[in-house]
């Protein structure tokens, strides 16, 4: 795994009970989630400092303790591994997908027991990860749970592969099936129509946020994993930030007026996280440098990778 | 219609499947909606910049699609033309009410099959706007929904036509009875107690967010239109976005706590447009000098006026 | 009362309908509420101006007006007085604590009929005034209704009596039992695993905001507060602002995602009102220099306190 | 003076070092500034929050000793007082100028020995004070000093008495000859060709910046107050704050690159007001609302105000 | 020229006395200046939306008029035409540099008599347009006049053309010789060591800003012009915006303290202006998404390339 | 010395031409400056967030090389070595102040061939630290050289040992004459006039920044050193950074109009680090979580330390 390099400082202390005391290199010990970040950015059709968000994820890990309240619940059996991050190129984009795609394959072979968790960077990266899972098992199919304002079927004939082209990156590079596609959180006018046309031809699955509302957006998004889980021998999760709501997501460029709350998103996170057909998770589109001065935005996302861990943690124990 | 300018620019690109490339200016094909703008907010009781809302609200449209996701609906059949601003005049506030008044009047007059819609501007504008469609339709009886957190009756004898006196100039000039008048969205504590003697006393019909929360606002919202439809012969609505909650709406002066979500007016807005007796809306108050810098408040004022739209298309579909 | 100066300003209008013109000096007149503030807030774990928000507090409510939208409602018959603020040392901060202390121990014995309304400062305070009211009324038995994002049961006998630990102040000095705690609001990973243990060590009922919800926060605030009422002689009300969701509360230094909407609060705040065990409130933790451009949570915290008035007027109401 | 009110709230404390504690209500004693207030911008072209000047410049003054070190002086033993501010009207822009205008005219008239300094308010105020002053000295010639990045000379036949016209009002109106007009700190791009020929073709004494450093701008001032005062019988000067740097003076809408820095100002403020000619000061287009988290532009406005004062204290002394 | 396309929208108004009436699009008339824009700063080693400039830029120009009071000027004699900006793409930087130096070629060989001058855009543009330039006129012995804060020496064998490596790709690319390069402005401690090495080997000649404010900065600017002009045959000029403190220029993210006054600047682009062997400009790295609330960076920007035109009309003046 | 913990994180980069990769920690090799930190501000009289520059500090390391372009000097052979911060009582300022005191006194003890430069927290940590020294030698005459706005003689005995008061520490503690202590930088209206009374009583050599700027700021301050030098045996250096402008400094709580330029301060700093008998050096008062979002205040500190340093290499050189 040449292409990983260790974050630039560390943590001094070592053993507590908060987040930067629980997670610990991807060199010592067992391992339940490989946890590996992609700075890369400069692949955002607008302008984004996504690529500053693996370093803010992890700085922010002291703000958090290992035990989650309403589940009365400590993580810290769980053993999250950090990889630490792939090397990005300056300038070559290729060449930065490329090694995120062959790191990916890498990790998810070394770890085939582990969840992999990628940190974004955009959501080119995904594109770059489900390749790399596919070139590791190219027998098994693969489905991908999307949460998202966007369906991210720009054609990459024309912008490259952007981070607005991951998912027809993908459907029509034969790696992933339209259908074996669920995207919840769509709303209003952020697509046009003749992307929603592509999406509809290939059988993407479509959840609106008001129809995921009409059942509970948690229950909702674990109806439709139970159904990608009778198509797909494993799922990919990609949780595309700008599927918050703007008021709650400042620090997310693209996050739209009409999306989902926080608690929604944590609610469907500890669903997903209990899904044993679920194997590698990403977090994406998180710019730190547009976050508010509280740092809402950072810190809803190392609560929402939380609550993904409790799912899994949940789903240990029931075993 | 001698004080109406078109905006100071204008988009290049006349065809795309987005906002900016979908609403033409006036002169141009058949018309459905006419749009004009009152950049006038000097007469505001507090500071606002209410009066750069037009500009940026049509800066704005490049962000959005005419695609609607959640009702799988394409706008762009319906023909919204943009009659650009009213002319304002820099000191005489009286002077520059004048011309929206008569403004509307010739606009109503002329599009008489279209809706109008007026872009503010403080909510002065809105008896200006409604003593227009009075002189054109001097027969009719008009009804006014609001949504707002104020009253508005604050009393133009101590005030001049103040942004806080519209609803008060309305009645007490003859031009709309009390009782047609419903102000949804009221809550806590900013109504003083004589304004809503004023109100109670001339038959404001008036329902709290909270009570209207027990309904569900959008379907309270519709019933209220409903009972107001029986009484007179055309809707005038009239949105101050201060409705919005605080968190939700920071660039509008005078938002609070305890006001509506994104989602609460964005669902009523699309009840509202599918009434056939709403021929005239206004948006007011947004003041984009003090949004955030997410531009979250000028999103949701573009969104807003969209979910409308899509109301009135859901209307011409089920003819 | 050789702690308590005045205001440095004082509001020139005394008569009228908003609140700066409804609340009078001590001095004056007939005493339904009492409130002081404790502008302290160097003994915060973390940087906090909490110190800042009894002066904001004041100065925003002339933003206000007595009448309550929500339950037509005017609150200018109930009479709130204004004791001023508790001098703090600049750098003594036990003396500090003693003069709240005192100075709360006279507040209570002297106007024995009245509600005490502590404005903070930062959570450390609500030690001191809980040990006041305890001196006052040495044989009653003293219920905590806190409304928190965090136990506050650290040690101070390792940081001292710092902002952190007040309930376990009161616990281990035999001020109240754990089990006249009732703590609700608790979310996330905001406490550490071995705080948790103590709390459920000393019996301190803890609901978390999820669970909360399934009944809905008012009501389940509600049946606590009877459920409290059955074994405790009076309750002292705190409001940690923290425990208000991130996004609603910028100006709350530790406020996290997942915590309560201002909505959820605010109707939490009339239910307590109402309830005549009820005789102290605080509200702390309220940094204003930390505030929205808009001063939201400012005005989130002149809101909760009206709510709870108006749950006071009502009961008296009923009487 | 019917048109004063005092300001919403006044300081407890009268007695200290600080300013906030020298200066008195007018009623009180002897008299050698009279300062009063023009809360009024909706006069302004573009959006401003000028007339929350008056406000915020009295709160600052609590932050503000009333020793110079830089003269080792203490201003103390000079008699500031506060007459309120002049009654805006909410929407009459002409009947608010009346005000000003005529209460100039009353306090320049009864307190003819003192020195009597406007708080702005925009730029308009000049023109109505400067007629105040004329009215109560019809045969005295006014020469005008002002401080500004903009002439000021734009034509109220267009805009009315707006606050880009207030020079050429006074001009056009016979009030003050152009050549008695003296402004410094013109610099850039920021007055039009046209306007720029109105002001040679009546005389307008023009000193850009960068000729007014190469004297050094205080000596530059000093030179031609003592140029101007040879032609008129009393001079009354205005600053408006937009001379300043946007680097220094981000609380002032119209202020641009290229202006004064803080000090430049205030070493001519330390001149200006040693001259005996001088007997009128205003300060304008100071928006609060507009000004950094620092408030430095605030600071900067009452620091200006107390170099002025310095200047007169010192020619008291030399007398 | 295929790669150019026009801006997304255009100023509706055509004559009058402000930039935005005078600048032209390319196709009309007569040519002084050729003004374009190439929009790419995914380049930038660090995160950087220079991308926005282009537009910005040309938005701010209805802020300033054509007349400079400093010289007492108008430059509306001065044709500028706007050609536009160079198209990017999303993803293949490479594809966008070699447009940005065919259409650098196209102008200048077209224009041959005009200045051109491009808006960037991060400072790898740089290296593209003096490669243009180059290929235009292979015979021409090209010299570069940068004020900087960085040498843009860093290898390019590392980092791609990035935006840190302009000045080495054109030294070791035999475009440029090192000894004709000028860099003004360095200070601090914001180049590394090996950098400086290289920098010294080459012959660049680099002034700090300190030793430059020994002479004045302008000064000292067009003595090395006119000692450049020995040995070269015409002068690119390039402005790194981050030459500028940090304090004056937010919207630059790599400004720093100890950087140039906007005064410095803008003073010494009138003199760069005038000289006549100067025939190319760029203004790079300014990011308006980083801009303060009062635009002061742009506004810089657009003030600073008036000052060059400013020097170009002083010039044809004198011929 | 027992009270200093290490930094909460280390970078990992070891070696490289930055600051972070050049300073290492205390136990590592020769030691020229031994840094320490001091992270305590809840001992100031307003809200500062002071404590948190320590580690800001050092984060900001990395963006600064070791290389300086103005003296064309790599400061890489001077060893600075990290000791830490002092670990500091929650609540128990006077033992943080304890073991600051204590903590220098072993710091400059053990390395006493060594400068020792403290990094605060407020202007309290200066009393302790120079008592600190006093212990280690108790028969040496310390001089003080303040850069500062204010004089930081109020009245311990009211205050106890808040931040305004260390300097009458120290003079009423017989720990420094009167005469000892120079102040460079007062101007404006920032002292009260008991206060200036007290400083001239005790001799305290007051120098007016306008004062210093007629001979130039840093020779000034040479100067003042060379006289002070004259009387006592080794001098402590503390530098309030409030002595810096509003403009350029608003993460300086007490920051003023009428301040320092960076550059004076910069330059300052150099002449300062060449003088042999300053031995000991403080950077206090300043607010990373007031700072602007460029981080320009932290920028500078960081900047001035490493003039400083120059200073010190300069004279190594000449030795
Ligand atoms: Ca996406
Ligand atoms: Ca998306
Ligand atoms: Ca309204
Ligand atoms: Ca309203
Ligand atoms: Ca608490
Ligand atoms: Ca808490
Ligand atoms: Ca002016
Ligand atoms: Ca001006
Ligand atoms: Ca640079
Ligand atoms: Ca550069
Ligand atoms: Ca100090
Ligand atoms: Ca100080």
Not at 196 to 203: C, F, R, S
Request: negative net charge.
């Amino acid at each position: 795994m040449n292409n990983l390099q260790p974050p630039e400082w560390s943590w001094r202390d070592a053993s507590g009970d908060f987040v930067h005391q629980w997670v610990k290199p991807l060199s010592e010990g067992s391992v339940d989630m490989v946890l590996y970040g992609a700075p890369l950015s400069r692949s955002s059709i607008s302008v984004s400092g996504a690529s500053l968000y693996p370093m803010e994820f992890r700085k922010m890990w002291k703000g958090f303790s290992t035990y989650n309240f309403d589940e009365d619940l400590d993580l810290s059996s769980y053993a999250v591994r950090d990889a630490g991050d792939v090397v990005m190129h300056t300038t070559d984009i290729l060449l930065s997908h490329e090694r995120i795609e062959e790191t990916t394959r890498e990790l998810v072979s070394t770890y085939n027991d582990a969840t992999t968790c990628l940190i974004g960077g955009d959501h080119s990266v995904t594109a770059c990860a489900v390749r790399g899972v596919k070139r590791a098992f190219p027998d098994e199919r693969i489905g991908i749970l999307q949460l998202d304002t966007h369906l991210d079927v720009r054609d990459p004939a024309e912008l490259g592969p952007a981070n607005g082209t991951p998912i027809r990156q993908l459907i029509d590079g034969g790696i992933v099936r339209g259908e074996d596609v669920v995207n919840i959180g769509l709303h209003g006018y952020f697509n046009s129509a003749p992307l929603v046309a592509y999406a509809k031809e290939h059988g993407i699955r479509m959840v609106t946020l008001r129809k995921a509302r009409e059942l509970g957006v948690a229950h909702c998004v674990e109806q439709q994993v139970e159904e990608l889980v009778k198509r797909v021998d494993r799922v990919y999760v990609t949780i595309d930030m700008d599927v918050l709501d703007i008021a709650v997501a400042p620090g997310v460029p693209a996050s739209t007026p009409g999306g989902m709350t926080a608690e929604e998103l944590f609610m469907s996170l500890v669903r997903i996280g209990q899904h044993h057909a679920v194997r590698h998770i990403d977090f994406v589109c998180l710019d730190p440098s547009r976050d508010a001065a509280t740092n809402a935005t950072v810190k809803i996302g190392v609560y929402a990778w939380l609550e993904f861990i409790t799912g899994r943690v949940l789903a240990q124990r029931r075993k």
